[in-house]
């Protein structure tokens, strides 16, 4: 059973940086894609960040381009989501979320906090 969990959550000050990890247990070898998600109360999941594992594309939410990276350690079977000049309308649960070639997989999701 594929399960993502997710870490590096927490509360940081308009202009910080955190780095949210998400490690997937079991093996990724039938690994497409990897994407970060982002939702608050009362509005929908939004897109933020994704990564195809063919080819290597990368894809960016407008509100976050040059500010936030994505990456993968598949080694560790983890993906990383580095934030930086972070913002306190990017406070939300992120998720990660990845396709694999059996369907698709959802972490449970870490509070980010930007607040003064």
């Known amino acids: 059973q594929v399960q993502l969990v997710e870490s590096g959550g927490g509360l940081v000050q308009p202009g910080g940086s955190l780095r949210l990890s998400c490690k997937t247990s079991?093996?990724?070898?039938?690994?497409?894609?990897i994407n970060w998600f982002r939702q608050v109360p009362g509005k929908e999941r939004e897109f933020v960040a994704g990564?195809?594992?063919?080819?290597?594309?990368?894809y960016y939410a407008d509100s976050v381009k040059n500010r936030f990276t994505i990456s993968r350690d598949s080694a560790k079977n983890t993906m990383y989501l580095q934030m930086n000049s972070l913002k306190p309308e990017d406070t939300a649960v992120y998720y990660c979320?990845?396709?694999?070639?059996?369907?698709?997989?959802w972490g449970r999701g870490t509070q980010v906090t930007v607040s003064s």
């Open positions: 979320h990845e396709d694999f070639s059996f369907g698709e997989k």
């Open positions: 990564n195809r594992q063919k080819g290597g594309a990368t």
């Open positions: 079991g093996s990724s070898l039938n690994s497409y894609a």
